[in-house]
């Protein structure tokens, strides 16, 4: 039952595609690794915290576009999924606007 | 009316063919995904607003200091250990997407092995995580209702957002292995393509995708 008897040609690997792969796992570990030291230097604030929120941003577009292939699919699908999104960015607003006005009634 | 067939033909939406240039059910996975990120948006967000309310929040940091086998303080280091993996048996399941679509078997076989593995090294984590925060520093522990270290709502929220992803990882685990076992059976190699790995692929680069949310806005931040 081996591949030669359905016909199966098995291409050989494609180097530049896994070149690609793992210099974008590096991305992600280097960013992690960024961020380990930012939580472990800097003092807690907006700064750290935006610091993180880009970082977090960065990683979930290298994953997105490059492991689940989204940057090289066509513009339509690329819209379809990243367009809905914008309904989230109004949900933090909302609710982090919403918590903000509960701590101040409730404790200042 | 030659002008009108000729539009016709051209027209992407006018069926007949992907106009997104996917097939269906990779399509679906995209939409499944799509819905799946709007309840993690709004487990996530709802932990900002809470926190956001109330008078004190603990430090994460703080809370999640030790790692197995070690009584020692490490702030965030089994964490970090964690997201590595996550993140390896990511970069395992894009070189199985890579060898599918070469129609490697071996390749496929060797690489769906190790992102199982990974995805039980992570899960085996994360309940060793679980025990030894439930357990506590032997003033009660977390449960839904109390929590030693800060307000119950840190607590409770930990426990749904944590456990939501880890249901997603014991499904992710589910679908890699019976991928592996269709690999092993020679399913795909009958059917022609690999596809059901890029699609499972899909939902697991999604599962490491969260894993970085929840990491920094309940760890890090």
Same mark, same amino acid.
């Given at each position: 039952m081996n591949t030669e008897e359905n016909n199966i040609t098995v291409l050989p690997v494609n180097k530049a595609k896994v070149r690609h792969l793992i210099k974008i796992a590096l991305y992600l570990f280097v960013v992690t690794a960024f961020e380990f030291l930012i939580a472990f230097t800097l003092p807690s604030g907006g700064l750290k915290t935006s610091i993180f929120v880009i970082m977090t941003i960065v990683k979930a577009y290298y994953i997105v576009s490059e492991f689940m292939h989204l940057g090289h699919e066509v513009k339509g699908l690329r819209w379809a999924v990243i367009f809905p999104l914008i309904l989230v960015v109004w949900l933090i607003i909302a609710l982090l606007m919403e918590g903000s006005y509960i701590h101040i009634a409730n404790f200042l | 009316m030659s002008s009108t067939t000729a539009t016709a033909t051209t027209n %992407?939406?006018? /069926? /007949?063919?992907?106009p997104f240039k996917v097939s269906y059910g990779k399509l679906m996975m995209w939409i499944f995904l799509l819905s799946d990120a709007f309840t993690f948006s709004a487990l996530l967000v709802s932990y900002g607003m809470i926190r956001f309310s109330s008078e004190s929040w603990p430090v994460p940091e703080e809370v999640f200091s030790a790692i197995p086998f070690w009584h020692i303080n490490a702030p965030l280091v089994f964490v970090g250990l964690m997201t590595f993996v996550l993140i390896l048996s990511s970069v395992t399941m894009v070189l199985a997407v890579e060898a599918g679509s070469r129609m490697d078997r071996k390749g496929v076989e060797k690489w769906m092995f190790w992102t199982i593995i990974g995805g039980v090294i992570f899960l085996s984590c994360q309940a060793w995580e679980w025990s030894h925060f439930i357990h506590g520093? /032997? %003033?009660g522990g977390a449960s839904l209702s109390w929590n030693e270290y800060g307000p119950p709502d840190f607590a409770a929220f930990f426990f749904f957002i944590t456990g939501f992803h880890g249901t997603h990882v014991l499904s992710g685990v589910v679908l890699n292995y019976i991928i592996y076992y269709n690999t092993v059976r020679g399913v795909y190699d009958k059917r022609g393509h690999y596809e059901m790995v890029e699609k499972v692929g899909l939902y697991w680069h999604f599962v490491d995708l969260v894993w970085v949310f929840v990491f920094t806005f309940f760890y890090l931040v």
């Open positions: - | %992407l939406w006018n /069926g /007949g063919q992907s520093t /032997g %003033l």
